[in-house]
């Protein structure tokens, strides 16, 4: 079957898709996104995503082009359609949707709703560095959604590959430990499973919120030097949870909590 497209409620083949090149998620970055872990053909997590989707919309100024209520049952029938009966990643992105040229929204919007289905494949290991390049701003309100404007994550990411790693952790603007590029951080200090508040940058992660809860972690802001003696260091996101083997050039042995939470 070729690779197909959910497209504002039509599914057609992704190389016949067309989206309005005035459409500001394209010219401007103005949208969200939401990756949603698909199991044995079913979505996971929906109203957790769909909530934070709302929360995203309602921020910069857009209605959702559909009911939230919705959301979960669309997503079952392009699952359906598309013959998704294993595991699988679903993208989801929304725009506002063209508009005219410039930055002012346009009074009458018309968001655009898309999703992809992807292949899922288990996170593996990953060497990570310190982002130098770029910073997490922990004030702006953006920190809070998922926005499909990611250049500073990009930038890390082009970092650590110079530097033979596959992750790169952000600091904030006050030098302390924000998150990963594309996860949440979690660390064990002393004994205890750690990770950043919100306060300092970091998105609210869905799986990072089912953590919290099923292993009883504590948020707190996190130094540099602090990661620097963490005994284990793992990322978590939506697609589940990758550990790391190596933070700053120093080796990592200890993956016992990150293995103990599957998600």
């Known amino acids: 079957m070729n690779e197909l497209i959910w497209i504002d409620g039509e599914i057609v083949d992704i190389a016949r898709a067309r989206i309005d090149p005035r459409d500001r998620g394209f010219t401007l970055g103005d949208g969200l996104y939401e990756t949603v872990r698909v199991r ?3 979505p996971t ?10 929360r995203g919309c309602a921020l910069l100024g857009f209605p959702p082009p559909i009911d939230p209520h919705e959301f979960d049952d669309v997503m ?16 989801l992105t929304l725009s506002r949707g063209p508009g005219p040229r410039g930055l002012t929204p346009p009074e009458h919007p018309k968001p655009t709703l898309t999703m992809l289905i992807a292949p899922w494949t288990k996170p593996a290991p990953v060497a990570a560095i310190t982002a130098r390049v ?3 701003d922990e004030t702006s309100p953006l920190c809070t959604i998922k926005h499909t404007n990611t250049l500073d994550a990009i930038l890390a990411r082009r970092e650590a590959a110079s530097h033979n790693a596959d992750e790169a952790v952000l600091l904030n603007h006050k030098g302390n430990i924000a998150e990963a590029t594309i996860a949440n951080l979690f660390a064990v200090i002393d004994g205890t499973l750690v990770t950043p508040p919100s306060s300092d940058g970091c998105l609210p992660g869905v799986a990072r919120a089912e953590i919290l809860e099923r292993a009883g972690g504590v948020e707190r802001t996190i130094t540099p030097n602090d990661l620097a003696r963490a005994d284990e260091i793992f990322f978590s996101s939506a697609l589940g949870i990758r550990s790391a083997i190596a933070m700053d050039g120093r080796t990592l042995s200890s993956r016992s909590v990150a293995e103990s939470l599957p998600l």
């Open 134 to 136: 770029a910073r997490r």
């Open 76 to 91: 079952r029938r392009f699952l359906v359609t598309t013959d998704t009966v294993g595991d699988a990643a679903l993208r």
């Open 45 to 54: 997590r929906v109203a957790a995503h769909v909530m934070r989707l709302v």
């Open 40 to 42: 044995n053909g079913v």
